[in-house]
């Protein structure tokens, strides 16, 4: 996989909680990645659900980033919030409209957290849907019975292969997960639709994030594909888990870089964090020193155990 100074990377944190460890660990891998090579990187926000992400926390994140010299190239203007790029997405929506790609799904299990990037055990399968299947006069005693539906896109038995920079080869059938949500019942487009657009519309030819997001990428690769992109060059990085074998989450506030920044100086917390990923000893250092130690070699491809 090569990688030139033409790279253009990307931070996408979801502001619905605090910086973690674990997300850090991927954002200083982005960014190690694409500054080793002079390369630029983008900030988006990925708040496409705002019940779930505020403002408050966005400003938090790049705070965190920028105390931690992680900078970026774009300034945060409108256009790089998800939040404010609807009607991009409805340009989209009815794009794949046009060419029969959507049909309405009314399954209430398949809408669970389409909005945004899906966790591990989340990834929903379409065994038991039926939906588009469903006769017109079906669809409409469904809605007449108060049913909303959420949008699907069809997805053809197709093998996508491609080669990630981190895990080498990877074959995945995009007929396994079966069709996908792009916009939930509420209006809200999901994540697969707005990540794979932005990225396209944004010009990101390099994604490094973690290994939970291995299984979305063949959707992301066939659906810039779809709407006439080139596809990023992708490479994933291991999840930082707890001692019990838990993936760090926002959603249970582990080891927040807000706390950490309390008792412990930038240096401190980049080189705790070199030390896990095998760039580093565990001496506090700043991120410019590590540009020359980096290599993906170094990395571990199994997921890595704080103690």
């Not at 630029?40 to 994140?61: K, T, V």
Request: aromatic share 10%.
């Amino acid at each position: 996989m090569s990688v030139t100074s033409d790279t253009v990377g990307r931070f996408a944190p979801s502001p619905s909680g605090y910086t973690h460890l674990g997300n850090l660990a991927s954002y200083l891998l982005a960014w190690l990645d694409v500054r080793s090579v002079g390369g630029s990187i983008i900030l988006r926000i990925e708040d496409l659900d705002l019940n779930r992400c505020s403002e408050s926390f966005a400003e938090q994140i790049a705070d965190d980033l920028k105390f931690l010299g992680l900078d970026w190239d774009n300034e945060l203007r409108p256009e790089f919030h998800q939040s404010r790029r609807t009607s991009m997405y409805e340009d989209i929506f009815r794009q794949l409209m046009k060419h029969d790609m959507l049909y309405p799904c009314y399954c209430s299990r398949s809408q669970r957290l389409a909005a945004s990037a899906p966790h591990p055990g989340e990834y929903s399968h379409d065994t038991g849907c039926r939906c588009k299947y469903l006769s017109y006069y079906e669809r409409l005693q469904l809605e007449k019975a108060g049913k909303t539906p959420a949008w699907k896109i069809r997805v053809p038995d197709k093998e996508i292969v491609f080669t990630d920079g981190h895990y080498g080869a990877v074959r995945q059938n995009l007929a396994d997960d079966g069709d996908f949500i792009v916009r939930r019942s509420d209006g809200v487009f999901a994540y697969q639709l707005a990540v794979s657009f932005d990225d396209m519309a944004m010009g990101v030819n390099r994604v490094v994030r973690g290994r939970d997001l291995l299984n979305s990428t063949a959707k992301q690769i066939w659906l810039i594909n779809e709407l006439g992109g080139i596809p990023p060059e992708y490479c994933h990085a291991p999840l930082l888990i707890s001692e019990s074998g838990k993936k760090l989450s926002k959603r249970d506030g582990d080891l927040s870089i807000k706390q950490l920044r309390k008792s412990y100086s930038a240096e401190e917390i980049i080189g705790f964090l070199a030390k896990q990923l095998n760039i580093g000893d565990c001496k506090p250092t700043g991120v410019q020193e590590l540009l020359n130690r980096f290599d993906w070699s170094l990395i571990p491809k199994n997921d890595i155990i704080l103690k």
